[in-house]
């Protein structure tokens, strides 16, 4: 079964500023993904960003951006420029691909790092 | 285009009885999922439908949990009877289809007294 590991409970960053979040993981397979999601204290998870395992280039939107160590099993997540409505949960997972999981593709996440801006 | 619907948005009940969640899929979207999330966790699956067929239900608690989607749209997860541990957030996510990325609902907050 594969596990994720978010070591971070808690994360301050100053407004304006950069944060990284740390997430590893562990797994047999070659083939998945990963994803970072928010989650605000309305509930709501929302994709952040996602990596595919076969791509080497790290993956980028806007002013979130991944580090992603395949052979050490790392996914970080760097926020650029952090803002108060960045300041939430945020949960990395994991997903088998379709083809190795048997159709089954639900996600599995880690704990969670609680992200804190301060004006 | 609508999110996925959840209600009701909370429930409270006493250990011992029964309750029903309900969830509306994006229209369209044939994968449904159901996940469990307690207090300083992050979710974990509970259950996943390929249309109305399961396709993955190996952590669902068959003794006290059970879970349908009649005509591959609409869901219904159920608790009979609750324990305390069930106390959680209800997620149910939907995708168009298998592989493709899952959107989510706001959830079930469920307290157990």
């Known amino acids: 079964a594969q596990t994720v590991t978010q070591s971070q409970p808690e994360m301050s960053v100053q407004e304006a500023e950069t944060v990284t979040l740390s997430c590893t993981y562990d797994?047999?397979?070659?083939?998945?993904?990963l994803f970072w999601y928010k989650q605000p204290p309305s509930r709501q998870m929302i994709l952040v960003i996602r990596?595919?395992?076969?791509?080497?280039q790290n993956a980028t939107e806007n002013r979130f951006s991944v580090n992603f160590q395949k052979a050490a099993k790392s996914f970080s997540l760097k926020i650029s420029d952090s803002q108060l409505g960045d300041a939430a949960m945020y949960f990395c997972?994991?997903?088998?691909?379709?083809?190795?999981?048997?159709?089954?593709?639900?996600?599995?996440f880690g704990k969670g790092t609680h992200l804190i801006i301060q004006p | 285009e609508a999110g996925v619907a959840q209600s009701p948005r909370y429930k409270i009940i006493e250990k011992r009885q029964s309750v029903a969640f309900w969830c509306n899929p994006i229209?369209?979207?044939?994968?449904l999922y159901w996940y469990q999330q307690i207090l300083g966790q992050g979710p974990k699956l509970l259950i996943q439908f390929q249309n109305n067929g399961v396709v993955d239900d190996s952590q669902l608690p068959k003794d006290r949990f059970s879970a349908e989607r009649l005509k591959g749209v609409d869901s219904t997860l159920k608790i009979q009877p609750a324990k305390l541990e069930d106390s959680a957030v209800y997620l149910c996510a939907s995708s168009s289809r298998i592989n493709q990325p899952q959107h989510f609902g706001d959830g079930t907050r469920l307290s157990i007294l």
């Open positions: 997972a994991y997903r088998s691909s379709s083809y190795s999981g048997g159709g089954a593709d639900g996600l599995t």
């Open positions: 797994t047999s397979e070659s083939d998945y993904y």
């Open positions: 990596q595919e395992a076969y791509k080497q």
């Open positions: 229209s369209g979207h044939a994968t």
